[in-house]
């Protein structure tokens, strides 16, 4: 290709995020969802957290989550619901935790002839002009998790109107701290607003963390397509294996940042000039 050969590349120093953030004199930050890692916090950074009432009360409504045996099953419920909210001209805004979601989800809306706008990397240049407009009413947004955090969503008097943004969100993620994050965009401020999350026996949560289990109410509930979804019992008993996989993948995520920390501290001890 014509490419000038470079040389190889040598690690000189390295340093954790535990690491460097206590190196600073004083250290505070504020968050939404500080609360879920208070003994991380406390631990680590040796941080008092304290929960700050909202500035409003929340108006926010949770809807009752979903679960379904497949991922197919809830893809099509999650464009069925998308299109009933649709159909109330209410703003919407839908999370995914990959591009590759997003971007088959997008496939579906436009399928069913739904106008809407993704925002995930692929577009990175047009963000703050997408979440600006996510809270116009009858605007569909389909975005990864890491998009547009940060940017307010503000809401036109129709929105207001009609029940305010409705976010969904398409599956669990692996700490519920982010979970709360996206649901968190909607109901800001004391505005009107609902949130609903749908899983399946097939995410890539229960997958890693919970995959025996799982398998016991799959096999429980009936396996015609009309019947996808969990209902009754089995769906309480499912909800109760996905949020003890996610606990599993938060204890996970811990240790493995803890050893990340314990080996900076080695390092610092007894190598001081790495």
């Known amino acids: 290709e014509g490419l000038a050969v470079t040389a190889d590349r040598e690690t000189l120093a390295r340093m954790s995020f535990q690491r460097f953030f206590r190196m ?3 250290l505070c930050g504020m968050t939404g969802t500080a609360s879920d890692a208070t003994i991380e916090i406390e631990k680590v950074y040796e941080r008092p957290v304290t929960v700050i ?5 929340l108006a926010r409504q949770q809807w009752p989550t979903r679960v379904f045996r497949t991922l197919d099953g809830r893809w099509n419920a999650i464009v069925e619901s998308i299109q009933q909210v649709h159909a109330q001209r209410r703003p919407i805004l839908v999370g995914t935790r990959s591009i590759e979601a997003s971007e088959l989800l997008s496939s579906r ?10 925002l995930n990397a692929n577009f990175d240049k047009d963000e703050a002009e997408l979440v600006a407009m996510a809270g116009k009413h009858s605007t569909i947004t389909v975005a990864t ?16 109107e009609a029940g305010g943004l409705h976010v969904i ?18 109901g800001r401020q004391g505005d009107p607003g609902s949130a609903q999350t749908f899983v399946s ?14 398998r016991l109410v799959r096999g429980m509930t009936p396996s015609t397509p009309a019947q996808d979804e ?8 499912a909800l109760a294996i996905f949020r003890l996989a996610q606990r599993s993948a938060e204890a996970r995520g811990r240790r493995m940042r803890s050893e990340v920390m314990r080996q900076d501290d080695w390092i610092e001890k007894h190598l001081p000039g790495f």
């Open 201 to 214: 026996c097939e995410d890539e949560l229960v997958k890693l963390h919970a995959k025996r289990i799982i």
């Open 230 to 237: 969990i209902s009754g019992a089995a769906r309480r008993r």
């Open 109 to 118: 809306l436009t399928a069913r002839g739904l106008p809407h706008r993704v």
């Open 53 to 57: 009432p909202t500035n409003r009360p």
């Open 169 to 186: 969100l398409t599956e669990m993620h692996t700490a519920k701290r982010i979970d709360r994050q996206f649901i968190g965009r909607a």
């Open 24 to 26: 600073y004199p004083v």
């Open 145 to 160: 998790n890491m998009a547009g955090r940060g940017t307010d969503i503000k809401l036109d008097r129709e929105s207001k």
